[in-house]
């Protein structure tokens, strides 16, 4: 084989959509709150790699700065220093428009507490980001449908939130993130309001069904219990990345 043709085969295999792909690149992220004597910094200098095809933890004590790294991260926090490059796109130096455009289509976001809308059906709910975008309202009901079934709740969609439970209401909102089909997939101590067996189930079921090889998901927790379903663990401590677990990049 020519040694062109290896060369156009090795950059194949970096493509962003191919497995092992670097999907997020962070590189000296800082973030720090208030001024003066009451200056702190939540996030120190972080440098983070997470690949397409894999569920990276990221694991540490609360307040040791791991929603703020997720927020600079999905373009809802910017930074004080550093950068974090998407798909090969520095997303802090993204036009406005840009930036709303990545944060709807490239990203999905599930928070501890769900944030469901209360007076909203299952089904509505889900159907949020695809209204968002303009799209016809009885087809993202439809839409919304085939994702509450991936979920398991099949013949819950005209239901209200508040008639589910903790483990379903969080089904519901890893349906509403996942919808628009992003290839980033974030959620923030997603078990933390679930009982361990719940908590287990729910991971186990992401993993199994909505992690491939061109989405990476990103997973923030305290939760030792669910430690066993991570690809890799990033350990972070007062802002910093303080180990890695189960390989490293
Ligand atoms: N908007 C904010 N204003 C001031 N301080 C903040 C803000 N957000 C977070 N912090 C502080 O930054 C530190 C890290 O917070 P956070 O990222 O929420 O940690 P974790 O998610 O690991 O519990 C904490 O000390 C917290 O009080
Ligand atoms: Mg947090």
């Not at 287990?200 to 993993?207: H, L, N, P, T, W």
Request: glycine content about 8%.
């Amino acid at each position: 084989m020519k040694e062109t043709e290896v060369a156009i085969m090795d950059t194949a295999q970096h493509t962003p959509h191919g497995a092992n792909a670097e999907a997020i690149v962070a590189t000296d992220l800082t973030k720090c709150f208030g001024e003066g004597e009451t200056k702190m910094t939540a996030v120190d200098r972080v440098r983070l790699v997470a690949h397409f095809g894999e569920m990276l933890f990221i694991v540490g004590p609360s307040g040791s700065g791991k929603t703020t790294l997720l927020s600079m991260i999905s373009g809802i926090l910017r930074p004080n220093k550093g950068t974090v490059t998407v798909k090969g796109a520095d997303i802090w130096h993204l036009s406005k428009d840009q930036l709303a455009d990545f944060r709807l289509n490239t990203i999905g976001f599930v928070f501890q507490d769900y944030h469901l809308f209360p007076r909203l059906t299952t089904a509505e709910n889900v159907a949020i980001p695809l209204i968002l975008k303009q799209r016809d309202w009885n087809e993202s009901i439809g839409e919304a449908k085939k994702m509450l079934e991936i979920v398991g709740l099949r013949g819950r969609s005209e239901i209200l939130p508040v008639k589910l439970s903790g483990g379903e209401q969080q089904r519901v909102a890893i349906a509403r993130a996942i919808v628009s089909q992003p290839e980033i997939l974030i959620l923030d101590e997603p078990t933390a309001s679930l009982d361990g067996d719940t908590g287990k189930m729910i991971i186990a079921f992401v993993k199994e069904k909505v992690l491939n090889a061109s989405r990476c998901i990103l997973i923030v927790t305290h939760d030792a219990r669910i430690n066993e379903y991570a690809d890799r663990i990033i350990h972070m401590e007062d802002g910093r990345i303080t180990g890695l677990d189960k390989g490293t990049e």
